[in-house]
């Protein structure tokens, strides 16, 4: 297609940029962190939304390379602010199964990482429950180890959406769980609610700190508070931010 042909261009040109969601702990209401979310800024479209234009990156075999270049945006961030400021928040990034399944994928983000001299722990990988069972629980589990070797946290992004997301938490040794809770649908009592809180309760008995994602109003952060849940990422709070609205946010709460 014409979209296939202008991608390699657009990661020339610099076309996409990251967008920042921050998270926030509910019962202190600070800052604690956030996700990086990419955007394409297209010359003539405008801004695109990952929904529409990841899965053409999957499917082209171009997506290591947008979330390389992702990567190094983030590490360039926390470089800026470790520069610049006396703290910094832990940024999350995407990582797509078909990533996962080039060998040398995670020798070039720890490339990129030295280059910009950030330290791990502020870095923290997204796999979903789908591609870690769809590379085969096996190769996830490698993966997983590889990441815990060097350091970085693993998150286990959309948990609950997916068919097995049991059986995927069963056989990987994720740090993080993020929980989207969309399936709520604006109220929070009845089956969902009940579903919800027992994962709160299975993350607990598994030492496993949860992230609720989709969190759209109060009513539904207090009740993740209620159940054992500090930390929001939503539009309650906020939506992906520019970097520098980030930034921003980032610096006056602390
Ligand atoms: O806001 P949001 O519309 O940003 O994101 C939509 C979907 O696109 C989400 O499922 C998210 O995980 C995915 N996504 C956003 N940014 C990236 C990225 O940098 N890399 C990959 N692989 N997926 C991303
Ligand atoms: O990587 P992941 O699929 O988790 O990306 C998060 C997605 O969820 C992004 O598309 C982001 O814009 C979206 N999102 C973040 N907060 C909310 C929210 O409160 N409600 C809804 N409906 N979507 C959200
Ligand atoms: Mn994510
Ligand atoms: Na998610």
Known sequence: EEILSSLDTALAEKQFVIYIQP??????????????????????????????????????????????????????YQRKCLDEDSYTFPLSFNVSRKDLLLPDYIDSMEEIRKAYDVPVEYLRAEITESSAVMGGSEHA???????HELGYMVEMDDFGCGYSSLNALKDLEVDILKLDIKFLRGHVG??????????????????????????????????MLSI???????????KPLPADEYHKLAVESN
Not at 38 to 43: N, Q, S
Not at 200 to 208: G, V
Not at 215 to 222: L, R
């Open 23 to 76: 998270q926030f702990n509910h019962a202190t209401k600070q800052l604690v962190g956030g996700e990086a979310l990419v955007r394409w800024i297209h010359p003539e479209h405008g801004m695109q939304s990952p929904v529409d234009f990841i899965p053409v990156f999957e499917d082209s075999g171009l997506i290591p390379k947008l979330d390389l270049y992702v990567f190094e945006r983030v590490c360039e």
């Open 190 to 223: 009845g089956r969902g609610g009940i579903i919800i809180s027992s994962v709160i309760n299975m993350a607990k008995w598994l030492n496993t700190p949860v992230i609720a994602e989709g969190v759209e109003t109060f009513e539904q952060a207090d009740y």
């Open 141 to 147: 589990v490698e993966i997983i180890n590889r990441f």
């Open 228 to 238: 054992g849940c500090e930390i929001i990422q939503g539009y309650c709070y906020s």
